[in-house]
């Protein structure tokens, strides 16, 4: 049975600071849930912190990627 999300959400937002570098598969081990979820459990948690989840353009643009290439991967 899987845990719910708001549970979840909890254990994430009381991790240590040294917890935070962990892989997410360890996290994962830990609490018995997908990966992908734990990473949709940190987003979340991330955005009620009012910390940003996405890249901007204009980080794109210093890492040199031309912003007509129609990619994001770097040249």
Same mark, same amino acid.
């Given at each position: 049975?899987?845990? !719910?999300?708001?549970?979840?959400?909890?254990h *994430?937002? @009381?991790?240590? +600071?040294?917890? =935070?570098?962990?892989?997410? #598969?360890?996290? +994962? +081990?830990? =609490?018995?849930? !997908? $990966? !992908?979820? %734990?990473?949709? @459990? $940190?987003?979340? *948690?991330? *955005?009620?912190?009012?910390?940003?989840?996405? %890249? &901007? $353009? @204009?980080?794109?643009g &210093?890492?040199? *990627? !031309?912003?007509? &290439? #129609?990619?994001?991967?770097?040249?």
């Amino acid at each position: 049975m899987r845990m !719910p999300f708001e549970k979840l959400m909890e254990h *994430v937002a @009381a991790l240590d +600071a040294e917890d =935070w570098q962990l892989p997410m #598969g360890e996290l +994962a +081990a830990r =609490w018995g849930e !997908p $990966v !992908p979820r %734990i990473m949709d @459990a $940190v987003d979340a *948690v991330r *955005v009620l912190r009012g910390e940003r989840t996405y %890249i &901007s $353009v @204009a980080q794109l643009g &210093s890492r040199d *990627v !031309p912003l007509d &290439s #129609g990619t994001l991967d770097p040249p």
